[in-house]
């Protein structure tokens, strides 16, 4: 009978760690630090499908397109232009072009979080701005 209950104890000890473990690591909301992480690659991912089709319409085309352009011709099939509060654009030179995803806001989001602006170009490589 003694082992039952501290058995019981020590359950009870490790399950109340381990709760408090997962509060202090996410916090409540819908803003919380992995919920931003996972719509941060989101972004990320959506800007090299955008680049992607850039240089796809550049081998069809011989020149750079806008976002629009990109969507109308068929290149790209993004239903939206942003993600969670981020808008998309693109700017197109003869010699290349510039896609960019910057945080316009969104309603709900808590302002205690840091929403970076991501850029890229022909290069491929995302850069990012505080």
Do not use: C, W
């Not at 039952?4 to 399950?15: E, N, P, R």
């Not at 509060?23 to 630090?33: E, M, N, T, Y």
């Not at 020149?63 to 700017?91: F, N, Q």
């Amino acid at each position: 009978m003694r082992a039952l209950v501290s058995l019981v104890i020590v359950l009870g000890l490790v399950f109340g760690i381990y709760y408090y473990y997962l509060k202090r690591v996410q916090p409540a909301g819908s803003g919380s630090v992995p919920t931003q992480a996972i719509s941060l690659t989101g972004v990320q991912n959506d800007l090299l499908a955008i680049a992607q089709a850039e240089r796809t319409y550049f081998a069809q085309n011989g020149s750079y397109a806008s976002l629009g352009e990109l969507t109308t011709s068929g290149v790209l099939t993004m239903p939206r232009a942003g993600r969670d509060g981020y808008t998309y654009s693109v700017e197109t030179t003869p010699g290349g072009f510039t896609v960019s995803a910057r945080y316009t806001g969104q309603p709900g989001a808590p302002s205690g979080l840091h929403y970076p602006t991501f850029y890229l170009d022909q290069t491929m490589q995302i850069r990012q701005t505080d």
